[in-house]
């Protein structure tokens, strides 16, 4: 089933050179809780990444059993501190509770197979 996202397309979420990947593959409850996130940081989510075949997964160097694969995860540019500080706290407050933290980028997933309240750098 589809439903529409008011701050984004399914098509953010496609893997490259994959059209309809994030649409077919991406799970509800991960987009949900994306767009609640968008909608309290009061600033664009631009992915990065969404969703990633398990080839492709290893061809960009992605960890081993990555909620990327899974339809959970979704990686979002940063521009600076001001912009990361005000997604971290609408993830946070949307309810994520796996967030990676990288130079130019944040990871969330709600992966329901992996443990909650970790965050991690890369």
């Known amino acids: 089933m589809t439903r529409d996202y008011e701050h984004f397309n399914y098509s953010e979420f496609d ?3 994959l059209p309809g990947s994030g649409n077919s593959f991406m799970h509800n409850s991960f987009l949900e809780m ?4 968008r909608e309290i940081a009061q600033v664009p989510f631009v992915i990065t990444s969404g969703y990633r075949t398990l080839k492709y997964n290893v061809k960009i160097g ?3 059993n990555s909620s990327h694969c899974k339809g959970f995860a979704a990686d979002i540019a940063v521009q600076g501190s ?8 609408g993830l946070i407050l949307a309810g994520f509770t796996r967030i ?3 130079t130019d ?9 992996k443990p ?7």
């Open 62 to 64: 992605g960890t081993v």
């Open 82 to 89: 001001k912009s990361r500080c005000k997604i971290l706290r």
């Open 15 to 17: 893997q490259p050179r």
């Open 34 to 37: 994306l767009d609640d996130a």
């Open 116 to 122: 909650g309240e970790v965050t991690w750098l890369y």
């Open 105 to 113: 980028f944040i990871h969330a997933d709600n992966d329901p197979g």
């Open 100 to 102: 990676g933290i990288g």
